[in-house]
């Protein structure tokens, strides 16, 4: 799968805490570059959910970025 495919998953996350029960799952299940573009999608879902809005993949001003944890 892609980034936007995980992002589509993460994006039924609502709670920061979801997002990471989710994101552990999903580490264990994936190997390679699929869990790159698992974390890429994931570390975008957390940045939405600090600016509290959804962006397209690649496209978060850099100032939000601030906010992630």
Same mark, same amino acid.
């Given at each position: 799968?892609?980034?936007?495919?995980?992002?589509?998953?993460?994006?039924?996350?609502?709670?920061?805490?979801?997002?990471? @029960?989710?994101? =552990?799952?999903?580490?264990? /299940? +994936?190997?390679?570059?699929?869990?790159?573009?698992?974390? @890429?999608?994931? =570390?975008?879902?957390?940045? /939405? +959910?600090?600016?509290?809005?959804?962006?397209?993949?690649?496209?978060?001003?850099?100032?939000?970025?601030?906010?992630?944890?």
């Amino acid at each position: 799968m892609h980034a936007q495919d995980y992002l589509l998953k993460f994006r039924q996350c609502h709670l920061l805490d979801s997002v990471e @029960r989710l994101c =552990d799952k999903f580490d264990q /299940e +994936l190997t390679g570059l699929s869990q790159i573009e698992m974390h @890429r999608a994931a =570390d975008h879902r957390r940045a /939405e +959910l600090a600016a509290q809005k959804n962006f397209n993949i690649g496209s978060i001003p850099k100032s939000v970025w601030t906010y992630v944890k």
